[in-house]
């Protein structure tokens, strides 16, 4: 349903976090690597023994100020660590370690582009480093809770958008975006489904026209794109029924049940927690010197937009194809290798750009796709895909025949040519050979033939298949095209 | 051997007058004999003493001792010592054995020493009478039916009782200095950051600092020295060069500018406190000093600016004592709720549950800004005082303690009152400036202390100054009647 | 007295302490006295004075390198534990 349609515009913000990928814990030096039997990680420092202390990894630090930067947001001189006091067996010291009054970035924006192409400007508010939580497992046990804490301590960038989305699909779109960009800048890995990229959504609900923000849910527990849309959405038709049954909205937290589709109330959740946020007296302020800052900005890759743009200015890409390609560092960087191969070392034209551009967005991402793969772990690297491509554009085998080459060189690991050559796939270019087949195709269809000149034009088609079929798909189809156009007219 | 200080210990193992393991035994014996009266231990640690010993004696053997090889020392119990149950004077710990040793009980181990055991204190250091500890009060060897000080109690009578030459201790509010005062010894609390706090059990974290409780400047000189420095650990530990103490403990005292802060010799100093350290200040006189008279006016709000604060720092702190991990947990907890409030309720006593309390208060929602930023802005004016005192002065001397020790039981009805005795020696662990406390007089034939502070990482001058006037007089080399003869009964 | 009844028990709530209904008025009475204590501070001039968090000013965070030096010690470490199986931590129920 539109919410705008019924006279209601719904406000979205959402906070993104994500894990860090450095190799140690943010305030101790245990290892932050997933999937280990449990309380393996975790240290006298992760457990919160009694006497220990926190010490400042310089490298969460350093990514954090790093996605500040690729965000255009200001990095804060001074930035101040404080506790977030509340109990939870997850939570060892009984407080959190994140930043409250002064975070390490402030500021900035994201640009998203929507289906419809229309393009749009998040705000960030913040973003700050905090240290993760632990988990409760409940499996097997009853009465009980099992807690392990190996998470406990992982460097954690918590990122706050200004309430700037008006729909579910915005707001996929600004978090595949913000998903995008921490993998390009390489400070986390933004698996969901391991919990390194989480996102809560708070989500509320006003009349078109109303100046104030309605009363917000805040929806947990979201871990992929096509949950938080339909998390979203439920959550904005159940508030707007809510409203129109004579309710009011509840400020509280919600969580997302999948199998259900549904969000509902967290009730054993505390409600209004004050957490009593006070600077962390073991840590003392993050200075960050301009010098530093300067040396972190000199790291930063060609970032998605910049990529876009370029591929839109010099490759003459649609800016949809450009997005599409530029979604992953490593999508790009395949399929600029192809391009460039394709070109044989000079710069791609457009027509090259292009191809290489629908085949990679196309056939490739939709093995890549089935088989649940990333684009490192393609079957078919970028020389032997350029490969393929090259006998595309030298004729040597029609687009739709190379379909077909692809399939089996995805099945069989084999080279284009080493396919084309065992299957006899090679196109048909004598014109002669052609001119035959159509020949036979007319002698054939002598009916068809009589109708078509009397004014059936759509039997055009017709022929064409025939002469396809009769050529095993092999006729070069634009030679085949201009023949037989030449000889019914006769 | 009880009645020599740490300094003619070592002179006296060097010169193999008598060996390690026999001044150990000598030590355990007298512990032993001195728990029934004083109570100053939770563990006494002979096993490991014994062992320890040995090495030491080894090591004087083969030529390799250093300069605190094979002395005795106790530490406080909130010391996380491996291997040995660390209790920090609670029952929310009596079941803890500490898995890693602290930064201080390494590098102490290391130097040589031998460990006697783990001493008494007020619970999780919030105390200035240790009689709030789960394993019971601490008796004054002076009168065993006065408090000997806290939170530093146990340590604090074990040394001035002569069975242990000397012992860490923690000071957050004074609880180094106050039971020096009271105890008739010396006690010196450093600057903020000059001992590592990893693995000194927290209480309130920007006011925490690792000291000793020793017979003498020199004494503490030669084991502070080993003690403090730079750790990478504790991320509040300042990478500053430790200085030789021991080297500069003669320098004399002539022009030095001591500083007399009017708010503390103000009404309300008892009489015979004020005549002893006005005799006190005569002989600095004599030695070349001279006088002035500062003013520190935020002063005055040293005791509540420190009741918001360190209540704030300590209720975060002990969040983590919630019985899932380790130490007490209550019997057959209904449900999470009921783990968490029962082990807590159960495993803290009374005082620690108050200051929980306030440190919850004072930082919620609502309160937040009239209390616990108030009390910081406060705590900065104090801080600028003691800044501004130290342009015109080299040291602050004034009273410890606004009286002599009081009978067990005589303040506890009444926290306010037990709280007034910090009153003079709050100030330095709010501005994070080093103090010491040396013994000064006797009244009513119980000791007094004089305390010196001085600027940040004015540690060798402090124990300069105090040395020198241990060298004038002998109220350091009084001993308590009881604890005299090398027997005890 | 400067804190109510009610005050006592949220407090004491907030910090998950047990109190019995015979301990409430003894805390209520010295947490009031002591809250009228520190109301000792707000007569001080303190207008435009920065917050002091720290006695060590002028100095800042020390890092570290992002390196790993811990390893598996579970099993040490878990011996202070009160409930351990299968080296998790075990706790009432949590209901998420």
Known sequence: ?490 | MHTLTLAELATKLRAKEFSVMELTNALLGRIEASQPKLNAFVTVTGDTARAQAKAADAAFASGKAGPLTGLPLAHKDIFCTRGVKTSCGSRMLDNFVSPYDATVVEKLNAAGMVTLGKTNMDEFAMGSSNETSYYGPVRNPWDLGLVPGGSSGGSAAAVAARVAPIATATDTGGSIRQPASLCGITGIKPTYGRVSRYGMIAFASSLDQGGLLALSAEDAALVLEAMAGFDPRDSTSVDTPVPNYAGTLNAPLAGLKIGLIKEFFDKGLDANVEKLIREALRVYEKLGATLLEVKLPALPLSVPTYYVVAPAEASSNLARFDGVRYGYRCKEPKDLMDLYKRSRGEGFGAEVKRRIMVGTYVLSAGYFDAYYLKAQRVRQLITSDFKRAFDEVDVLIGPTAPDVAFGIGAKTSDPIQMYLNDIYTIGANLAGVPALSIPCGFVRGLPVGMQIAGPHFAEARLLNVAHMYQKETDWHRQMPAAFKPEKLS | ?96
Not at chain 1, 26 to 49: C, K, M, R, W
Not at chain 1, 227 to 237: D, G, P, R, S, T
Not at chain 1, 441 to 466: E, H, I, M, T, W
């Open chain 1, 1 to 490: 349903m539109s919410a705008t349609a019924s006279g209601w515009e719904t406000v979205i913000g959402l906070e993104v976090h994500a894990q860090l990928s450095t190799k140690s814990k943010i305030f101790s030096g245990s290892p932050t690597a997933y999937g280990s039997a449990p309380n393996t990680q975790a240290n006298l420092v992760d457990l919160a023994y009694p006497g220990v202390l926190p010490v400042l990894n310089q490298e969460a630090v350093r990514m954090a100020v790093k996605f500040g930067l690729a965000i255009g947001s200001r990095i804060a001189p001074k930035s101040v660590f404080a506790r977030k006091n509340y109990f939870y067996p997850d939570l060892p010291k009984g407080y959190q370690i994140s930043q409250y009054e002064l975070p390490v970035v402030a500021g900035g924006h994201l640009d998203v582009v929507l289906d419809d192409g229309t393009k749009k400007r998040i705000g960030v508010t913040r973003a700050h480093l905090e240290e993760d939580a632990g988990k409760s497992l409940h499996e097997g046990l009853p009465k009980q809770s099992g807690i392990d804490l190996n998470r406990a301590g992982t460097p954690l960038i918590e990122i706050v958008s200004e309430p700037d989305m008006r729909s579910a699909k915005e707001a996929v779109a600004y978090l595949k975006k913000v998903h995008t960009l921490v993998r390009y800048l390489e400070i986390c890995d933004g698996n969901m489904q391991e919990g390194s990229f989480r996102c809560d959504a708070n989500v509320s609900v006003r009349r078109v026209g109303a100046e104030k923000f309605g009363t917000r849910a805040e929806i947990k527990n979201i871990n992929s794109f096509r949950f938080v849309e339909k998390a979203i959405n439920y959550e904005v038709a159940r508030q707007i029924d809510v409203i129109e049954g004579g309710g009011k909205v509840m400020q509280e937290t919600r969580l997302y049940d999948p199998d259900k589709g549904e969000t509902r109330s967290m009730r054993s959740k505390e409600e209004a927690n004050d957490y009593r946020y006070f600077p962390d007296p073991d840590l003392l302020p993050v200075e960050l010197d301009p010098a530093f800052i300067e040396r972190v900005r000199a790291t930063l890759p060609e970032l998605p937009d910049q990529k876009a743009a370029r591929f839109v200015a010099t490759l003459g890409l649609s800016e949809y194809d450009a997005g599409v390609l530029t979604s992953s560092k490593e999508l790009a960087a395949y399929y600029e290798e192809v391009a460039k191969l394709l070109a044989a070392g000079k710069e791609p034209t457009k027509e090259q750009a292009k191809l290489a551009a629908n085949w990679v967005a196309g056939s490739l991402a939709a093995a890549l796709n089935e088989h649940n793969l990333e684009i490192t772990e393609s079957r078919i690297d970028a020389q032997r895909f350029a490969a393929l491509l090259g006998r595309i554009v030298d004729n040597t085998i029609s687009g739709k025949i190379a379909k077909d080459v692809f399939e089996a060189m995805w099945a069989e690991g084999k080279d284009a040519d080493a396919i084309i050559e065992s299957k006899g796939l090679k196109q048909i270019t004598d014109t002669g050979a052609i001119e035959k087949a159509i020949d036979d195709c007319l002698a054939k269809n002598p009916g068809q033939l009589a109708d078509y000149r009397s004014g059936k034009d759509k039997l055009f088609g017709f022929f064409v298949g025939q002469v396809m079929k009769a050529t095993g798909g092999k006729a070069n189809p634009a030679q085949l095209n201009e023949l037989l156009k030449k000889k019914l007219a006769g």
């Open chain 3, 1 to 96: 007295m400067s804190l109510n009844r009610d005050q006592i028990n949220s407090i004491a709530h907030l910090a998950r302490l047990s109190l019995t209904d015979a301990e409430i008025p003894v805390y209520q009475d010295s947490l009031s006295k002591i809250v009228d204590l520190v109301g000792q501070l707000e007569a001080a001039q303190t207008a435009g004075i920065e917050p002091m968090a720290h006695p060590l000013s002028g100095l800042s965070s020390r890092m570290r390198p992002d390196v790993v030096t811990e390893g598996d010690q579970h099993e040490l470490y878990q011996r202070n534990a009160p409930q351990v199986e299968a080296a998790l931590y075990l706790v009432p129920k949590v209901i998420e």
